[in-house]
């Protein structure tokens, strides 16, 4: 009933009686769905990706080295982790600048959704971001053992930038919380 209020405030005689700029650009909007159906293929690709190192696992077991195994393994979670970040992007970015979807009565519905918004998405995004970086990190320094050794995947200078890429990751994580944080009492006081 309220959101009916609020509806009545903002269209008084009904979203339809928009002018025709105002409404083609509030329908712009719709120009971001093929940009998350895309969103969509890419998660069919981890998915395949995902399965595809899963069987290599699996049919090399027997045969591989437990260092192999952790890194195929943090290779799994890496794949797990961008598709939690792409879920987080096409739903949360869907709900949030294309259109409601309301499940709110639906038992599957992602306890986050409830209260997204753009601020709650870029620090869930930034948080994705640097769990990511996380498992490429721990990947590295497992296989930092190699280092001057021909046939080494790193060098010292490479294993450094992704360290410092690493911190510049968590040190802007830190500045988009402390923005959000300052900014909602003046969001709060606004709305009163």
């Given amino acids: 009933m309220a959101r009916d209020d609020a509806a009545e405030a903002a269209f008084p005689s009904g979203p339809s009686t928009l002018r025709p700029l ?16 895309g969103l969509i293929v890419a998660q069919v690709v981890y998915v395949i990706l995902f399965l595809k190192e899963l069987y290599h696992l699996i049919g090399h077991s027997l045969s591989v080295t437990e260092q192999q195994v952790m890194l ?6 890496d794949v797990v982790m961008i598709s939690n970040l792409l879920i ?19 038992p599957d519905q992602p306890e986050w959704l409830s209260h997204v918004n753009a601020s709650v998405l870029k620090i869930k995004l930034a948080m994705a971001i640097i769990g990511i970086s996380s498992i490429h ?7 930092a053992g190699n280092l001057g050794r021909p046939n080494a995947a790193f060098t010292e200078s490479g294993i450094m930038w992704q360290v410092v890429i690493h911190a510049l990751f968590v040190l802007s994580a830190i500045g988009i919380a402390l923005v959000d ?11 009163h």
């Fill in 72 to 77: 195929v393994v943090l290779g799994l979670i």
């Fill in 181 to 191: 944080r300052i900014s909602q009492p003046t969001m709060k006081a606004n709305h």
């Fill in 22 to 37: 105002p409404r083609l650009i509030f329908a712009s909007r719709w120009l971001q769905l093929p940009l998350y159906l």
């Fill in 88 to 106: 987080m992007v096409i739903v949360g970015g869907y709900e949030t600048f294309v259109s409601r979807m309301e499940l709110n009565k639906h």
């Fill in 137 to 143: 990190l721990l990947r590295t320094f497992i296989e």
